[in-house]
């Protein structure tokens, strides 16, 4: 059986500051750059739904939503080349089939073999919604029917097994297995209703006459029978907040929490909708204001703007209480505080964060700022330099670190620093912001000298 990879709070924290980015470069349409941020949390942890519907809906916005027609003819052959389900263990499974996903996010076999490796690893949730995406992906392949039927069937998911066989069916009218499934599930159907509705009680009317209750109230009926249904509130949640529907998201994250007040999960979630919900109604009434110029949209942007930053703000709060020696997130934090003007107390994050080798060159960007901002010229040189020193040479952190530090080596008279660093970025990049002006003053001074 595949192992679940354990996923320490540290491990979570970092998780969800990716999923936050990528959320957010979602929104501005930076697909490419959410794709790494929900691949690493897909990867990290992959039992959390929320992180695999993101990283999917992101990569079919990206593409389109757009079928590629090839699919088909090569699920055909890979079925035959890896029968589905011979899964390696888990994190090999789904690491590589990210990698797949993100060059075809209509991938049936890849869907249905990373379904298989959670089911091994009884992850039942996300193991049945790979199948599901899988079936959607390849509606007429008879196999990943077959596969989706069986395991949706075993687990009580009676009417999606049932859609299954149905199409299996009609695909191979001789089938053997299909119509005798299709029976079998039929009754297993109405045995289970005759067990869990209370005597007396009728069915819901519409139901028992075939009109399709949408999948909101298919959830709220299942919350009417168990109020306590976590698995429920969790696909309600992910329903609206995948719709951009905020407000119903947070409504359905509160009633979680009134059901489980003590639970990790649902406080941060509950912030993360609140803070995506003020982000939206600012694009609405920025959008609105291009139209329509006023005062009065003025004050709402600035009312939403101050909500979003205090949710944020509390969100990061409440993941430091959860881990409070987890570097990322006192970056995170040290950043909003210096985005807020508040940088006294940004040194102290910042300072608290670059311990981390992997954070430690925006670190020392950061920290260069924050001491140029409070006129401490000297130890915001110093901070530069060392910046320069560990982040990658073609980043855009290393290109604002050197044109940062060349203005402010200028300033303070040290022009052989001023023309290193200058220098260093013309050859990385002469059209970064006035860099070829700004080499010519320095070497204008040194003649002059």
């Known amino acids: ?95 590589e089939g990210v990698e797949k996903l993100r060059r075809d996010p209509w991938d049936a076999q890849t869907f249905a073999t990373m379904g298989m490796a959670c089911l091994e ?18 509606p007429d392949d008879v196999d990943i029917n077959r596969l989706a039927a069986r395991e949706l069937g075993e687990r009580g998911q009676f009417e ?50 075939g009109e399709k209750l949408s999948f909101e109230d298919k959830i709220e009926k299942r919350l009417r029978k168990d109020p306590k249904d976590r698995e429920a509130f969790s696909e309600l949640i992910d329903y609206f907040f995948q719709k951009g529907n905020y407000r119903k998201a947070e409504d359905a994250a509160k009633r979680a929490l009134r059901e489980y007040p003590e639970d990790p999960n649902y406080s941060p979630l509950l912030l993360e909708i609140q803070k995506n919900r003020a982000a939206a109604e600012m694009t609405r009434i920025t959008e609105q204001y291009k139209k329509s110029p006023s005062d009065a949209l003025k004050a709402k942007y600035a009312e939403q703007k101050k909500l979003y930053d205090q949710k944020t703000y509390e969100y990061i709060m409440y993941r430091l209480k959860l881990s409070p020696n987890e570097s990322a997130l006192h970056w995170e934090l040290g950043s909003f505080l210096m985005r807020h003007g508040r940088i006294k107390e940004a040194i102290g994050e910042l300072q608290k964060a670059r311990v981390d080798e992997g954070l430690a060159g925006q670190c020392l960007l950061a920290l260069g700022q924050c001491f140029q901002q409070i006129k401490q010229y000297a130890l915001a040189a110093t901070h530069y330099d060392q910046a320069a020193a560990k982040l990658d040479e073609q980043s855009e952190d290393m290109k604002k670190t050197l044109y940062l530090g060349a203005r402010l080596a200028m300033g303070m008279g040290n022009l052989k620093k001023a023309n290193e660093f200058a220098s260093k970025l013309a050859a990385i990049d002469f059209s970064y912001k006035d860099v070829g002006g700004l080499l010519d003053k320095i070497t204008q001074k040194l003649h002059n000298e």
Not at 74 to 83: C, I, N, V
Not at 125 to 138: F, I, N, Q, T, W
Not at 171 to 199: C, F, Q, Y
Request: net charge positive; aromatic share 6%.
């Open 160 to 209: 999606n097994a049932i859609h299954c066989w149905d199409r299996v069916l009609k695909l191979n009218p001789d089938d053997p297995e299909a119509g005798k499934k299709i029976s079998d599930l039929m009754l297993e159907r109405t045995i289970n209703r005759v067990k869990e509705t209370p005597r007396g009680a009728k069915e819901d009317e519409h139901e028992e006459e």
């Open 121 to 138: 690893a009884e992850l039942v949730d996300p193991g049945l919604a790979y199948l599901k995406h899988a079936v959607e992906s390849a």
């Open 1 to 95: 059986m595949s192992t679940i990879p354990e996923i320490t709070p540290a491990v979570r924290a970092r998780l969800q500051k990716c999923f936050e980015y990528g959320n957010q470069k979602m929104q501005i349409g930076d697909n490419d750059y959410a794709t790494e941020m929900f691949a690493q949390c897909v990867v990290g942890d992959p039992s959390n739904l929320l992180y695999m519907n993101s990283f999917i809906a992101n990569l079919r916005i990206k593409f389109g939503n757009v079928k590629k027609k090839s699919s088909f003819s090569f699920l055909k052959k890979a079925a035959k080349a890896a029968p589905i389900g011979k899964s390696k263990d888990l994190k090999t499974t789904i690491q």
